[in-house]
């Protein structure tokens, strides 16, 4: 057996220390000098040896990895390393692979490295999935479709809401969620796509459909997400957004884009109501179903594009963990063909 | 049997006609001359004597009458006065009730009075039900309540919108619902009284509950039912109402009040989780469901006000139609004893 | 009033009667010589002046008329006439539009002409409501999709269906459903069209899907309706189809089609997954739920089309009944937004 | 480090051990020696040096701690000390806190004191959580509420219920639940005052409610938990309870003292209903929902003081467990939130 | 036309009158002079003639047919006639059948018979369904099941209940259930043989079922009716009845009996948890479960019983009424297929 | 403490290993050497001493024991081993019982015998639970039913499908399902003598039923499970069973008999409809709810057997667990009781 040792290269010229090796990709006996954040913080325990402590590690590949810190007899100086670290830290920690009970461990013995970096020290990238196409591209069709409304001031606001820098700056790297699906870098974005490229076949299929409005309430159905979830290390809830969630919070931002370009008070009824109905059913957190033609296309986009995303997804991770025929997709509680 | 003669009475000083005799208090025989509103507008027929339609009307009792015009045979002359005839409209008719299949009947012949009044020509009071308490002194109790809030950003936020002079106004007067439960002027302020000694209580029974953020969330609750519900001469829901609904149109008002003020983010998340929430379940239409225990105290003690009035306004109406022990509760879908 | 006399006139070349005017073009006063089918029948009374009966008539227009025939004395022949129509007979009658209570109703005295016609003597055109598209178009749009796939047994699978002259003749004319959405002349093929449409979408948002079996269960997905709805002078569901399904019917159909041309198990169980998991729930009538990401986009596809097309439809026909901005639509319990 | 010792101290005068420390404050590197109960049995292993068994110990604290016991080589004489002690035994035991996977574990090596106690040896106090309000007071408060009745026969009644002093005994100390709400000495009496609380303010809100009926049903509506629940070492539900529940043991009682008291049947039947409605739904275990408004006030009353009470609870052991803003809420399936 | 002249016969020697024809026997033209009970009253009425009133009369046939006085202008005196007539009442009443809107009526002019029997006039037997099998050969059986228990205190409790004669002349006539299902004299007695067959059968596939607690289960599963449901004239549920149930009211019943003959608690607890848990699941009414393998047996018996008598009655008096395949089955919400 | 050894016995004559002792009764400290299957498999770990891995092992008893592997360093070696190895092998393993955590634990040290069996090595006996009946025995009862089937088609239908020999062999040996009811050798066939059985009473209690369709019925409402389950050394769900499940199967292979033998539509509708029906709702995978009382009648006998037999035995196996009065039952969701 060769050991691999896995070095993180201080990039001077940047002043970053970048990620060596994805979690998914560790092997027993790999040597590790990487960057982690820290998803949970399991306590510190004493031992024969003196006092030991565990963290739950991961990165951008979305793999969880134990580690194990055997510390030594001074008890102080353990627990302020350990309370140094926060959860969602990021954290440069030197160690090496073993397996326990079929799972792998990273563990490392006193005086190695385990060390909290600072913002500036690494790159957001390394710690939230990447984006699966280029999001400049995206942002440009993203504005091709606003550019494309005629209605003047839903093209208006629609121009307010997409052309702020800070707003596109934050769209283009935002995710479409914490988990579930389109949980990358731009995910939001190219899932705000998705949903209009359903948009524009349903007007081949109904031209009657009120194109403006239709497209209005794709582009802004999640503007609230921008506000719900929110990106450090990793994707989080924000408490506002577990306590009102990304419906609410995006209506009272859309209420009041239309009330500063004076949308006509029918046009923004509807627009409101795709965002508060775009959930289909109560059950799934919309307070009102989808009442007129355009509300039921943007919530079938919405679940068709969120859906088959997570599907695939999860195809895609469990055949590599299982050579079955199925896995067992809880949240689902069904059973998900794999081949 | 005595016929008695029921007549509107124009009081020539105030300009108005007066409602003489509630749509619940007439009976078989009488004359009528009185005004009502129109709820349905049923269509003209030919008959062998020419041209005649039929409306429902109604009045502050909740009761309908249908009402049947026998015109003459001049058909464009029917037509006019039944087109001049909108849902809402207030209109004054001369007829005599008649029982038809067991129930009555309000019917007329040409050339009897039927005459659409102008706003200022009645008193909205006879087509709403009225107030059950006082109005004024139930806002005096309203405001005590703002009063005693303590935090110092709620207090001025509560102060703000409850001595503004013209929510003050609607408020007083509105409605809590259409039809369910407090549909009757100052039923929202009523309503929103008994929430408040729900609330009083549970800190009673609770010492640690958090008065402020409660009593604010209490007071403020209803708040998306001043656009929610409109009061012509009778109670309808708007049309931002019905799509949007008073969650959201009161978390717009909120969030917007709250950030005038500049409360405190975590005050201000509370407060639009309890608007929020306050439903209790995704199936009663709240997106979120109640997730802390001020927000528990309001969902329930919403529940308590709303039910135990509808409950109680159901077996009161039921009774003045059987003696029977029990009457079914259609939307409860469950037959309720009456004694 | 100026009445508008209708004649059904009878085509001497073709030996066929031809519709006049549609069920919802009919106008109080208008005379009437026209031919409709019978929806139901509602038996046969005495009066005064002898004995009369009750139809409820229908056409292509989908709107019913209630029809009252007042016969003569003789009990045996009024009988007899009305024991000679069944429901979905063609009928000729005369008469002349009245309305009682709102409603318009066609009315005849004795000897007013009550005519069963044959098949033959009139189109069925006009009594299923006409395709929205050209059917043959259509059709080829259909077999361009079938020639794109690649995949061999699955090709020679799908040619062997579509090509079939029986089945495309029938195929071509089928409508989607009884009353909900599609339910037109080529409605199953305009619906499958649409159906495909998504798919193609989604294979452009996913390249990784697998366009063969995705294509092959949505030109397949709603076969079973071949055998569910029959088309006599209006849209019913066959005792089958009423018994089984039609996606056990396209079950047995397609199982036995994939045995014809040997198709590998592993794409014959996807395929007939697909048809058996399309309406995503059990409690949709679904056995199984999707399990892979080809079934996922059928279901949310055939969703899509279906519900859109029912929005719009219903849309449609309320505007037509009402000026309010909402109606109920009984099945969704829920308001729809007009306009 | 400190390590503190724990001294159970025998109190001679009174015969009883008494418990020192709550398993909620011990901690790593304590030395033990206390009483606690048994709540699971975990079998006995053999290791290198012998035999060892382990035990899941608790106290009023409702926190538990794992307990392994090291015996030596003579299996025979572990097995006959592991078999003297039943799930509920109340147990002295002496060892040492130790650390494992991040939860304490208390371990002792033979010949440490494990030694089973008799009834009489220890208080009950130390092993249901204590009482939050004084029960005498309360039971005072429980009496006035009673007195206060009017309707003679019901007063009656009532007075043989909870003037019996065996019952008065019994449910001043009987707790609500078993885990969820009130689960304390006296927390069934504090809860049914909560009720009353909320009975009284519903009158002040409504006052043509039956105050009598209402009153009784709040008294009775949970006595049937005095089978229901049996309080040994720890609160555990009985056989009869889990098989029949407390609505139908309280409706089997209440029934029975209706008769012994002569009360009308109108009013027995009315009593029974809000035992048997009061958990407001069948799928809480009600088979009639509440069909008058006084059982209305009852069922809402008593979810009003189970819930909060219940969330209340949640967010102060959470706030010992975690700094996070929310915790999971298992049974509730959503995040609560703790600041 | 021959119009059938059917006269209500007075037997003198009986001092009754009989029930002569069943309304699902009536026909258009028949002159009718029979007894028939009260199921609605309609109200008084004005017409040219004078007053007139109208009831819904039926049968033991379980058929209604509508009835119109058409009294004289003396309207104190038909209000008089209307008032001495009670829902339940039987009344003796001569008319003639006509039919008004495909619905067969009857009507009569004054002076025609209107009169209210007094009880022993009439035969119950004519106003609720016969039975279909011997109701002494029945009982028979199930004394014969009673007599197989071999536990000494069940066969006590047993005997005690169904030789008391009292209410074995109750249980021998009772009917199974308002409308659903075994809704005839003796229902109640072969729905509870029927369940005892199926527990028979039970016994025989799974012979480590516990034969005496599942038989007296069985027996006594639905005791509970004889105090729900009230047979007058018709099948009434009684004001008890809807308020606590048959489940309820058995279990207070049984649980006396129990207590009576020294019933273990350990078979008492299982007997009363049948009864709890004989409908399955709370949402059709058991506050608990079965939950153990008897009472498992009880619930399906129970089901199999009911359903298929439910849906055989609802095939064979559909077929009356229509010729079609299918019938829709509101309560159930699906068709049931009718040949 | 005596150490019973037990052997693999190699019966020469036969050339297979037969099951010395099922893995139920395994006690602490036996040796072992016998056969197993493998359920899972759980990976290989590096330890102090070398490597070693784990598997899961069970046998007819449907218990399972862990079973630990402690190679030596040779790391090549023992991979290999471990890849030998699959799911579903029959292996023959030597090793000793210790107990781990209260839990048995079988392991063994290098160079102990792990041997992947060939078919024919082993009896598949030894890995299914057993019959509970003779299977020959009971298939001649199924035979009988078949013979007493009076309506001709049905008749040779019947008789073609299990006097085929194949077919025949197969089903005296299917099992009822993977692991809920009837999971053993013939379990299959016994569950549908129970049904038989539930049916014949019926059609005792309700003798309109039309036996011959019911009878049908019930004998083939599971055939789809041939094809839906698999028997290797256990039982499995195959592919296209969890893809289309039995209901499809069992259709697609009936409607094609039915077609064989020119079985007149409206029975082949019949039956068929009992075959999608006999789940009864849609919620548990039927897409037909049973729509004529056979189908009524084979939904209840399917559910009574198949939930008595599930919840019998887990009553017994959960006495071999624990002494407690009750035992939760995690797909019920509710507490079984024991005693």
């Given at each position: 057996m060769i050991f691999r040792r896995v070095i993180a290269v201080f990039l001077l010229a940047m002043g970053k220390f970048v990620k060596n090796r994805k979690v998914s990709e560790l092997r027993e006996g790999d040597g590790v000098d990487d960057i982690f954040f820290v998803k949970f913080k399991k306590g510190v325990s004493s031992y024969v040896g003196g006092f030991s402590f565990e963290l739950t590690l991961s990165d951008a590949s979305g793999k969880n990895i134990d580690y194990k810190y055997w510390g030594g007899k001074d008890e102080i100086k353990v627990k302020a390393l350990y309370d140094s670290?926060?959860?969602?830290s990021i954290v440069r920690v030197q160690g090496k692979i073993s397996s326990y009970k079929g799972r792998f461990q990273l563990s490392a013995n006193e005086p190695a490295v385990v060390e909290v970096l600072r913002e500036?020290?690494?790159?957001?990238a390394d710690f939230v999935k990447p984006a699966k196409r280029d999001v400049d591209t995206m942002y440009v069709e993203l504005l091709r479709a606003v550019a494309s409304v005629k209605h003047p001031k839903l093209k208006v606001l629609l121009e307010g809401v997409f052309n702020d820098k800070e707003l596109a700056a934050k769209f283009k790297k935002h995710?479409?969620?914490?988990?579930?699906?389109?949980?990358?870098?731009g995910g939001l974005l190219q899932h705000t796509l998705e949903v209009l490229s359903y948009c524009a076949t349903s007007l081949e299929n109904?031209?009657?459909?009120?194109r403006d409005v239709m497209y209005a309430g794709a582009l802004l159905h999640d503007i609230g997400k921008l506000d719900e979830l929110a990106v450090t290390s990793r994707i989080k809830g924000t408490k506002k957004g577990q306590l009102t969630g990304h419906l609410v919070l995006g209506s009272v931002f859309v209420s009041n884009k239309c009330d500063e370009v004076g949308l006509e008070e029918t046009v923004k009824d509807k627009l409101l109501h795709i965002l508060v109905s775009h959930h289909g059913k109560p059950e799934f957190g919309s307070p009102k179903e989808p009442m007129f033609p355009e509300a039921v296309v943007v919530y079938y986009a919405d679940e068709l594009s969120a859906k088959v995303a997570e599907v695939l997804d999860f195809v895609e991770d469990s055949k590599l963990e299982t050579e079955d025929d199925f896995m067992y997709h809880k949240r689902y509680a069904k059973n998900i063909l794999l081949k």
């Open positions: 670290i926060y959860p969602d500036g020290q690494y790159d957001d995710p479409g969620a914490i988990t579930i699906h389109h949980n990358w870098t109904f031209p009657t459909l009120d």
